[in-house]
């Protein structure tokens, strides 16, 4: 059983990417990838108070949704969303877990609506005005192949566009020293049901036994492995270099992605 | 859309152990909130804990699963032959058909919690014994369930706060009509932590008496915990008529505030009104409504209002949170099961702790049990961050 809908635009964030325009010569293997700091823009649609709340998962899913909504001509308030992320806010965590440790236990208001997993879908309806669902998903190191999978199935069953940002950020030690992640990255996707005037791609998803891909660079195969959202880097090459193939993308431990891709 | 049927279904919280105990809770009325008597909490509330949590003990080989959230999920597999189901659902479909989806808001924190106590004075590291990917990360559940049946199908935590568990249905919905799947393990899981109850207490949101949805002097929360799960399939041909269906299930978001909902209600009337489209139903069809109904004075007006713009004053509803509290990202799941209990009993259960319902608010809450044939119910759900979810199940016989 396979699922097939249409790339229409692309959203990307991380260290040494910034934004998808920019790493198609990196992506496509014709401009060498230099790992650096992922660099992460204020969210301008967020009204002051917010700005100023949110943190880094919120700034990374705004940044990268919005690429990939406006590179499809869309509009971000009618469009279904599809969140996906191994943690969230990674600093407001630890913040939340001093406090309660420490003699003084009463934590802030901001703190704690900050500690949800939905934080970036809050805060994202709320910059795009956007009422249209929202499903917000883990699956720890699977979690990119969990949200590829929902927003297909929304793509499919609901006959709609939808958009999938896929992000995540470092925790502060001592968690990050459990769970490391070195930078921040974030992937969007949006997702047709139908071949429209912006489709980059077809692509086709169904589950596999079959061991994943790795990426042919070193350094961008290093970067895949060390952050969740960054599974999709194989799926982003193929997109890039406009390549016809069949690839396997990380999921779970017993069944991972068999996604065929091909340029439009 | 084609009904899809909850073919076995159990939930545990703090008015009952099983499908039994609970259905019996809310025929007689009984309420779970006590004082909170919860790892040295020292605030003033009223708390919906399961007994004896601590006494569960997963198997060795999930030893680094270990957590009190993942401790309640296998409390509550544990009974009503549920896990039964789940083996003979593997026998019938394969592993790798069955889908899993699991909410939970704050997975195992409270693991991460005790972990920060124990702090090394010197480095700050945490403990050896703590175990992040298993415990607190926000799929620690599913991977633990998933685990521990030896499911092979797709999988995910499902984590949007308060709506997580109901949206679970939606998500385990579309892969089934996909052809993704056969069945899906559905549920939602969330357990007592600090996090929650200090966390509530900041935003001034929790009562310091067992909560009171819709009162007029309704002045906060009370905090439960609860794991509860269903089975999903394909609707059969030949359906005993007291069998449960999904009907129809409508999504929104508030695009609003964080912890706040739409002065309006539009959020929750969307979710209402799309749920009905879904199910191709008029809501003077709906025999009765599981509230959110968390007891917070803007919460309910919210809810309230938007019940009443859509179906009016005549349609009986409550919030069960009076009797098992609030259980955030599984009251979702814990409620549908509620609902099938409703439906399969000719019950329709009281709200408890009200005792007079907010003249402003001009809705049929049902301050004592009644009896009654019941067809079709909806239940809502709405979380932090403006994620709103309708569910509408009936009986087999209604369709």
Redesign the interface.
């Known amino acids: 059983?396979t699922?097939s809908a249409y790339i229409e635009g692309v959203g990307l964030l991380g260290p040494g990417l910034s934004g998808w325009a920019a790493s198609l010569p990196i992506l496509a293997g014709t401009q060498r990838y230099q790992p650096g700091r992922t660099v992460l823009p204020l969210p301008a649609l967020l009204p002051a108070a917010?700005r100023r709340r949110c943190g880094a998962i919120v700034k990374l899913s705004l940044a990268t949704g919005l690429e990939a909504i406006d590179a499809a001509r869309l509009d971000a308030a009618k469009l279904p969303s599809v969140f996906?992320s191994?943690?969230?806010d990674g600093e407001n965590?630890h913040a939340?877990?001093?406090m309660?440790?420490s003699g003084d236990?009463?934590?802030?208001?901001t703190?704690?609506?900050?500690?949800?997993?939905?934080?970036a879908?809050?805060?994202w309806?709320?910059a795009?005005?956007?009422?249209?669902?929202?499903?917000?998903?883990?699956?720890?190191d699977g979690?990119f192949g969990?949200g590829l999978?929902?927003a297909?199935?929304?793509a499919?069953?609901?006959r709609t566009h939808v958009v999938l940002m896929a992000c995540d950020t470092p925790y502060p030690?001592?968690?990050d020293?459990?769970?490391h992640i070195p930078d921040a990255f974030g992937v969007a996707l949006v997702l047709a049901p139908q071949r429209g005037d912006h489709a980059l791609a077809r692509i086709s998803i169904?589950?596999t036994?079959t061991q994943s891909d790795r990426n042919d660079d070193e350094a961008l195969e290093a970067l895949r492995r060390s952050v969740p959202a960054a599974r999709a880097l194989p799926l982003l090459c193929c997109i890039a270099q406009r390549r016809q193939a069949n690839l396997v993308l990380d999921?779970?431990e017993?069944?991972n992605l068999a996604v065929d891709i091909a340029p439009c | 859309m084609n009904p899809l049927w909850l073919s076995h279904f159990t939930s545990t919280s703090s008015i009952g152990r099983g499908i039994g105990p609970t259905l019996a809770a809310l025929q007689e009325g009984r309420a779970g909130l006590a004082p909170c008597e919860f790892d040295g909490v020292d605030l003033a509330a009223f708390i919906g804990k399961v007994a004896d949590v601590d006494e569960v003990a997963l198997p060795s080989r999930l030893a680094e699963h270990d957590c009190r959230n993942n401790r309640l999920a296998l409390m509550a597999l544990s009974q009503d032959d549920f896990s039964e189901t789940v083996h003979a659902a593997i026998e019938n479909y394969g592993a790798h058909r069955i889908g899993l989806f699991i909410g939970t808001s704050t997975s195992g924190i409270l693991q991460t919690e005790l972990a920060y106590r124990r702090r090394d004075p010197v480095t700050g590291a945490l403990p050896a014994d703590f175990h992040y990917a298993t415990t607190q990360n926000t799929y620690s559940v599913a991977d633990f369930v998933q685990k521990y049946f030896g499911l092979k199908g797709p999988a995910a935590t499902v984590s949007s706060a308060c709506s997580s568990s109901a949206k679970v249905f939606a998500s385990a919905g579309r892969m089934l009509r996909a052809g993704l799947i056969d069945a899906a393990l559905v549920g939602g899981v969330d357990s007592l932590c600090q996090t929650t109850l200090y966390g509530f207490n900041s935003l001034g949101l929790v009562s310091e008496q067992a909560c009171r949805p819709f009162d007029v002097e309704r002045n906060g929360l009370s905090i439960g915990e609860a794991a509860a799960f269903a089975m999903l399939e394909h609707t059969p041909d030949n359906l005993d008529e007291n069998s449960v269906l999904l009907l129809g299930l409508g999504e929104s978001s508030d695009a609003y505030h964080m912890s706040s909902p739409h002065p309006d209600g539009l959020g929750a009337r969307m979710a209402m009104e799309s749920a009905l489209e879904m199910a191709e139903l008029k809501p003077g069809q709906i025999d009765y409504i599981n509230l959110h109904g968390t007891a917070t004075p803007s919460n309910d007006a919210v809810e309230g209002a938007a019940i009443q713009a859509l179906f009016g004053s005549a349609t009986p509803c409550s919030s069960t949170k009076g009797a098992t509290g609030h259980a955030l990202g599984a009251a979702g799941a814990l409620e549908a099961d509620i609902c099938a209990l409703a439906l399969q009993n000719d019950l329709l259960p009281a709200g408890l702790n009200s005792r007079r319902i907010d003249p402003q608010l001009d809705i049929a809450y049902l301050l004592s049990n009644r009896h009654q044939p019941v067809a079709r119910v909806l239940s809502n759900s709405f979380g932090f961050g403006g994620t709103n979810i309708s569910l509408i199940l009936g009986r087999a016989s209604a369709v």
């Open positions: 059983m699922l917010e996906t191994s943690g969230g965590c939340i877990c001093e309660l440790a236990r009463q934590i802030s208001p703190r704690f609506h900050n500690s949800v997993h939905n934080i879908a809050g805060y309806a709320i795009t005005a956007s009422m249209a669902t929202a499903s917000v998903l883990c699956a720890y979690s969990a999978l929902e297909m199935a929304q499919v069953v609901d030690d001592p968690i020293s459990v769970r169904g589950l036994g999921y779970l017993h069944t």
